[in-house]
């Protein structure tokens, strides 16, 4: 069985196909954990999670490309949500240098006092560092008391920051990019192994060969899968069976 640790879900694309879940479940791909974006995917990603218990797991956090003026009336959104119901994670949340850096010193504060929720709360954090990774990881080693776990979602960074973050006690997420030529990921997994990767999709986003340029969605993790398990050396099986193992250590029993 196969868990994909980060899934948009509820979004336009995937909601409009009934049997989104339906396949990823046939696929192997048993659980689902839905990154939330801002107050805007709150309502939807919940009735999912309502509608599929044993399958979809929410998190609660605001996403950094969702940071602007207002944001301090989305941190208090996401501090009552966090107040009054279960969540795996706090996330997903991080910097982004990529698409606009407008507002990269609130960027940075919704990081920061996001992290101190997850402490609060004891959660791990799911960390999107888009063009930002360097700086994710001094975030990420200045907050860590010991008691700080999460994963850096999207991982497609050097062989030195990976054994960084494995440092930190986080782990990677690996998703469809690992399929790409070209993109790196397989020298790096090569070298660290699985005992810091965790699979995910990102879908809708960055569909894995032979999807490349279509629409995502969690039941193409077994590609992802048989990917890293071809540069190790083992089945799709194995890769499957360690993540699905790792993905419980960090976010506990789905």
């Not at 999912?48 to 996403?63: I, S, V, Y």
């Not at 006092?113 to 888009?130: F, G, K």
């Not at 990767?197 to 048989?226: C, H, M, W």
């Amino acid at each position: 069985m196969f868990t994909d640790t980060h899934s948009h879900l509820y979004d336009s694309k995937l909601v409009a196909d009934p049997l989104q879940i339906p396949r990823a479940i046939e696929a192997g791909v048993t659980k689902m954990l839905m990154p939330n974006c801002d107050s805007g995917t709150i309502e939807v990603m919940l009735e999912l999670a309502t509608q599929w218990p044993e399958n979809c797991f929410p998190m609660m956090g605001l996403h950094p490309t969702y940071v602007k003026e207002d944001f301090h009336n989305e941190l208090a959104i996401v501090k009552e949500w966090l107040a009054k119901r279960k969540f795996v994670a706090v996330g997903e949340i991080g910097l982004d240098y990529y698409w606009d850096i407008t507002f990269k010193a609130q960027q940075l504060e919704a990081f920061e006092t996001q992290i101190d929720l997850a402490l609060e709360y004891n959660l791990p954090i799911v960390i999107h560092s888009r063009e930002s990774t360097a700086d994710c990881i001094e975030v990420v080693r200045r907050k860590q008391n010991g008691n700080l776990k999460g994963v850096f979602h999207c991982f497609g960074g050097t062989l030195e920051e990976a054994r960084q973050i494995m440092e930190l006690g986080f782990y990677m997420g690996i998703g469809g990019v690992v399929t790409y030529k070209n993109s790196g990921l397989a020298e790096v997994i090569k070298e660290i192994g699985l005992t810091h990767l965790i699979l995910e999709t990102d879908a809708p986003y960055l569909a894995p060969v032979p999807n490349r340029g279509k629409r995502n969605e969690s039941s193409y993790i077994p590609f992802i899968a048989q990917k890293i398990g071809d540069l190790l050396g083992i089945s799709a099986e194995e890769v499957g069976k360690v993540t699905t193992v790792n993905a419980a250590a960090l976010f506990g029993t789905l």
